[in-house]
């Protein structure tokens, strides 16, 4: 159990009343103020002539089109209910929009419409460039920091780019010609940077190749072209059509970032009574705080009823439960009941991946690496994985992709959590995994290629 000095409970108190009355700090942004995209940053993708596709596509966010009608939204296979004000789509985690749909539909599309082209318009006329003409149009291999960047011509990245800065830095890059990134290229973020505060604002045509990793939003005059297998993590914000073939697109999320500065402590500040003293020796009670050895799922034999072995479970569950809430900073132990729906082998089924999940996330509460707590697990799995894959192994999968937390695909599937079933959201959290790790290509299957790198490394 950790032990406060007196002098930091009472620097402690004073930021607690800083934040009461005064509130977080917020950390200072570096390069310019971030594009207003408006109505228009509610779409991961927005196009006014048509948006398509081919392949295994899985787009997490809404998209739209508008003036055009859903007809030149295709490969999509879309669901409209009738007299809907939105349509669906297997391929998209987020609902999709089209002005023949019903209200407020047509008029909250030319809202949209209207902010994308007034924030490119914006992009485009920033002042006071950082840099102009940088690498006369070839930024391969370059770290950048915050800041605004000008090309008058077409600007290529053949090989990784790095932006590197804080969570709330901002970048724009304007370009009056064409974007190009080559394939098995990527946009590497870098010191927390997030791709909801990058802004390429493009004249010409916007084309990222195969296989290739972006980050930012791309607010384009034109087109916006993904090539097979290609992974956006950002906007595609098209005044004319974007075409995909097989890609992983992700509306990013922002996270503002507070710092707590030091702050000076008046003399009179009330004296803070002296912490007690801690017995030499432990007290010998219950410490949900200490680091003793996570408790194992306990032996079930065979002969064992599903009750009962349901009843077992649920003990260690709680168990489990209990310990991490304690080791997060919690009150009490409150602990979620055994569900109440289901057949006795679907709650059993339901508990056995909580319990793993729990003790995987205890070890690393306790001092263990993520790597060790999740890896036996995940090299546990022996068979290949895909879209549509429903099973333990997949809910195994999606626990070690959230705890890995590689980029804004991770944490959308985080806020789903694990439900055992390989959707468009997982395979674009296990292909950014891929990208990250420089696992090719990142389809976001799990196959021999992946279990391999998993093996070698967890």
């Known amino acids: 159990m950790k032990i406060f000095s007196k002098d930091s409970l009472v620097i402690a108190s004073a930021v607690f009343f800083a934040f009461i009355f005064i509130g977080p700090i917020l950390a200072s942004a570096a390069g310019p103020a971030a594009v207003n995209l408006g109505a228009s940053g509610d779409f991961v993708i927005l196009a006014k002539t048509g948006i398509s596709t081919t392949g295994s596509t899985s787009v997490v966010g809404d998209i739209g089109v508008s003036p055009a009608e859903a007809t030149y939204i295709t490969g999509f296979g879309l669901v409209l209910p009738s007299a809907n004000s939105f349509s669906t789509s297997a391929l998209i985690t987020g609902k999709v929009y089209a002005p023949g749909y019903a209200n407020p539909t047509p008029a909250n599309l030319t809202t949209a419409v209207s902010n994308m082209e007034d924030a490119y318009t914006d992009g485009a006329g920033r002042t006071n460039p950082t840099a102009t003409e940088l690498g006369d149009g070839n ?3 370059m770290t950048l920091a915050p800041g605004l960047y000008k090309w008058g011509t077409s600007v290529t990245i053949p090989t990784d780019v790095t932006l590197s800065g804080g969570a709330n830095d901002v970048w724009i890059f304007q370009i009056a010609g064409n974007l190009n990134i080559s394939s098995a290229t990527k946009i590497v973020l870098a010191g927390g940077a997030q791709a909801n505060n990058i802004f390429w604002i493009v004249a010409g045509q916007t084309t990222i190749g195969t296989t290739a990793v972006f980050n930012g939003n791309i607010l384009d005059q034109t087109a916006i072209v993904l090539n097979t ?4 993590n950002g906007r595609a914000l098209a005044q004319t059509a974007v075409t995909l073939d097989s890609n992983n697109v992700t509306k990013p999320v922002s996270v503002d970032v507070a710092i707590i500065t030091p702050i000076p402590v008046p003399v009179s500040t009330p004296a803070v009574p002296a912490t007690p003293a801690v017995p030499a020796t432990p007290i010998a009670t219950t410490n949900y705080l200490t680091t003793s050895a996570t408790p194992a799922v306990p032996a079930i034999p065979a002969s064992m009823s599903d009750q009962d072995r349901l009843n077992a479970l ?20 409150s602990v979620s009941s055994t569900p109440d729906s289901g057949s006795d082998q679907s709650k059993l089924n339901e508990l056995m991946t909580t319990l793993k999940s729990l003790q995987a996330q205890q070890a690393i509460g306790q001092g263990a690496p993520v790597s060790s707590a999740f890896g036996q697990q995940i090299r546990a799995i022996t068979t290949n994985l895909g879209q549509g894959s429903k099973n333990d192994s997949v ?8 705890s890995q937390n590689k980029g804004p695909s991770a944490e959308a599937l ?44 967890y």
């Open 414 to 457: 985080a806020r789903v959590g694990a439900t055992s079933f390989f959707g468009g959201m997982t395979r674009a959290a296990l292909a950014e995994f891929q990208a990250k790790m420089g696992i090719n290509p990142p389809l976001g299957n799990f196959g021999p290629i992946t279990r391999a790198y998993i093996n070698a490394n």
């Open 229 to 232: 297998g290609a992974i956006l």
């Open 139 to 141: 930024i391969g291999g």
């Open 395 to 402: 809910s195994t999968l999606q626990h070690f992709l959230i």
């Open 314 to 333: 649920t003990t260690t569950l709680r168990s489990l439960q209990a310990q991490y809430k304690m080791q997060q900073g919690y009150s009490s132990p």
